[in-house]
Antibody, heavy 119, light 109 residues
């Protein structure tokens, strides 16, 4: 079955960097686009970034553009989110998610990894 | 940038009653609209895609309608497990654009 397991979250100071990982299993990872979506404590969902199945195209929310980088290693079945210049407002649960049919329809989600930006 | 709005922010409903949730897009998204359910401490779950198609395993009491800028999620007969927060999301594959609405919380009346 499809499984997505995020890791790499933790407490980090403002201005520092963190890299999140999402280990995928149970499907052909290299055939699917992948997303990162975040949720600040007690708040709604915010789409963060998407990467096409082969890494050829990427897109970002304005709130993270220029600071975050989405990437993937299809040989390792792993999705990444490199987060630089972190701010307090980046504090959130970060989910990776996978569509089944169309890129924007997020059928499968991991359980998330929590990032806390605090001094 | 497409902005999504949802109403009401909170909907109080008794079990067995019907719930109607609204979602509006700031510009037309055609039928590129999905609905998700999220319960406390859980990841979201896809309910509806293409504005009106139920995702795999979603009960028939959930239905979606609309196109363009106005969308509706209807839960025909609320069950206890349906009390949750519901988000709409627009998506455009190219150029990639994905936006969630702020959510509607459905709670017990």
């Amino acid at each position: 079955q499809v499984q997505l397991v995020e890791s790499g979250g933790g407490v980090v100071q403002p201005g520092r960097s963190l890299r999140l990982s999402c280990a995928a299993s149970g499907f052909m990872f290299s055939s699917y686009g992948m997303h990162w979506v975040r949720q600040a404590p007690g708040k709604g969902l915010e789409w963060v970034a998407v990467i096409f199945y082969d890494g050829s195209n990427k897109s970002y929310a304005d709130s993270v553009k220029g600071r975050f980088t989405i990437s993937r290693d299809n040989s390792k079945n792993t999705l990444y989110l490199q987060m630089n210049s972190l701010r307090a407002e980046d504090t959130a649960m970060y989910y990776c998610a996978r569509p089944e049919l169309r890129l924007g329809e997020l059928d499968y989600w991991g359980q998330g990894t929590l990032v806390t930006v605090s001094s | 940038e497409i902005v999504m709005t949802q109403s009401p922010a909170t909907l109080s409903v008794s079990p067995g009653e019907r719930a109607t949730l609204s979602c509006r897009a700031s510009q037309s998204v055609s039928s590129n609209l999905a609905w998700y359910q999220q319960k406390p401490g859980q990841a979201p779950r896809l309910l509806i895609y293409g504005a009106s198609t139920r995702a795999t395993g979603i009960p028939a009491r959930f239905s979606g309608s609309g196109s363009g800028t106005e969308f509706t999620l209807t839960i025909s007969t609320l069950q206890s497990e349906d009390f949750a927060v519901y988000y709409c999301q627009q998506y455009n594959n190219w150029p990639p654009s994905f936006t969630f609405g702020p959510g509607t919380k459905v709670d017990i009346k």
